[in-house]
């Protein structure tokens, strides 16, 4: 897996869209990046993913660049339940069967 | 995620006993994952299996074994040879094609006696 980068940690105020970045510099062309969050003491939730197309869906959105070196995840309207730790993964799923988690970033929706 | 059910949530283990960790899915996916979480860290692989009857192991299987005799089900054991058992176990599960997301249950905590 090519090795992503996060923020340690973000606030985000109740109501509004929550955009947390990822760098995937090295990522290669068969992997996709891939969003989790994990609410303390809970499995991981698996949120979206995509390879280069930005990407929709009930929870979020996914927005790819061009070049497919970075990414973001927005939550459109934030509420006090989107407070987690959120993983940006690049992954192949290929081969590699191993999902690598780094430390994340940690969102506080504030009231 | 719904459809992977870990049981129990909560378990204590008795030193030089062994305990076993099941995970049931209904999503009908052919491979399955455990995988140990430590406090403030990632995911660890500790074994996989991509097909009924069919297993591997990830970084960490010392101490760990598996079996796969239906599809539905991926129990763990943890041996007395695990001398640090003490963490989250999760459960993951994954359907076709390869790049589908795995899906994770919501976790087994272990702990001493």
């Known amino acids: 897996d090519a090795k992503t980068t996060q923020p340690t940690s973000m606030d985000c105020a109740e109501g509004r869209a929550a955009n947390l970045p990822c760098n995937h510099s090295t990522i290669s062309g068969n992997e996709y990046v891939y969003w989790y969050r994990q609410i303390h003491s809970q499995g991981p939730q698996y949120i979206i993913h995509g390879l280069k197309n930005n990407e929709t869906n009930e929870m979020a959105s996914l927005i790819i660049t061009e070049d497919r070196k970075s990414s973001t995840l927005i939550l459109p309207h934030a509420t006090l339940r989107d407070t987690a730790v959120y993983y940006c993964?690049?992954?192949?799923?290929?081969?590699?069967?191993?999902?690598?988690f780094g430390k994340g970033t940690k969102l506080s929706v504030i009231p | 995620d719904g459809g992977i059910t870990q049981s129990p949530k909560y378990l204590f283990r008795k030193e030089g006993q062994n305990v076993t960790l099941s995970c049931e899915q209904n999503?009908?996916?052919?491979?399955m994952y455990w995988y140990r979480q430590d406090p403030g860290q990632g995911l660890r692989l500790i074994y996989y299996?991509?097909?009924?009857?069919?297993?591997q192991k990830g970084d960490i299987a010392e101490g760990y074994s598996v079996s796969r005799e239906k599809k539905e089900s991926f129990p763990l054991t943890v041996t007395s040879a695990q001398k640090n058992p003490t963490a989250f176990y999760l459960c993951a599960t994954r359907g076709t094609p390869s790049n589908q997301p795995q899906h994770f249950g919501d976790g087994t905590r272990l702990s001493i006696l």
């Open positions: 993964i690049a992954h192949s799923g290929a081969g590699s069967y191993q999902l690598t």
């Open positions: 299996s991509q097909i009924v009857n069919d297993f």
């Open positions: 999503l009908n996916h052919d491979a």
